[in-house]
């Protein structure tokens, strides 16, 4: 009888189906609220994540645009370009106050366009001879680019030849793409306020001196550039005043 009564006891002790139930109820009731807490946070240390990474890319880029605008000449110009796409003849553009590219004269004597907007199908030359071509895809926009052109005796350079094709002495990817990380840069340069100093020309006309220029560096996520990830400005600063050109400066070539 006593054992019986054991067994009784034992079997009573089990978890009944309502029990199991309404344990798993509890349960999925716990997670949910775990999973509502954890799953923001999961998104705001990715975005934290982000815009870490962008913070980097910008500050790189900074430094790289700081050093080379260290090596202008003060002996060339520099000049602002209002627009410099693929599809933009810099053979039509005069200078701009403000704009997406930077050219300037460095210490070796070569005009170099510095922009973040693609580059045009462009043959490189190495003294009359082609050596090699540079894709309209081959470096997009949204990537710092450099360009550089041999200048002739009258201060321009030949940025294409005759026929129209573009040409240069050397294009340059300043980063790997995946230096990006999935992000696009944009960039946008200015002239401060007023010149360090100027100059009257025989003609009558005033020519302007810089010591500096300012930098608007953009980051986005897509490659239109229309979500913006971050954002920093920068001074440019050149080792003596560098006179400003606003003239053309972008002519045709007979390589």
Known sequence: MNAWKTLKTHAKSGTSLVEMVAALLIFSILMTMIVAVIHPASKIFVQMQRLQYAQVILDNTMQELRGTALEASGNGYVK????????????????????????????????????????????????????????????????????????????????????????????????????????????EFSYPGTPDSTRTEADGSITEFYRCLYADLRLYSDPERTRLEARESAVLDFRVPIKRQDGFTAQETGI
Do not use: W
């Open 80 to 187: 602002i370009y209002g627009a410099c796409s693929p599809d933009t003849d810099l053979t039509r553009e005069e200078g701009a106050e403000t704009g997406a590219a930077l050219e300037f004269v460095n210490s070796e004597g070569y005009a170099v366009l510095l922009s973040a907007d693609g580059c045009p199908e462009t043959d490189i030359f190495l003294g009359s001879a082609a050596v090699g071509t540079v894709s309209k895809d081959q470096i997009p926009a949204g990537r710092l680019l450099a360009r550089y052109y041999v200048r002739n005796a009258g201060g321009t350079y030949g940025y294409q030849d005759k026929d129209g094709k573009k040409t240069a002495r050397a294009v340059h990817a300043v980063f790997t793409d995946g230096y990006y990380m999935g992000a696009y840069l944009e960039l």
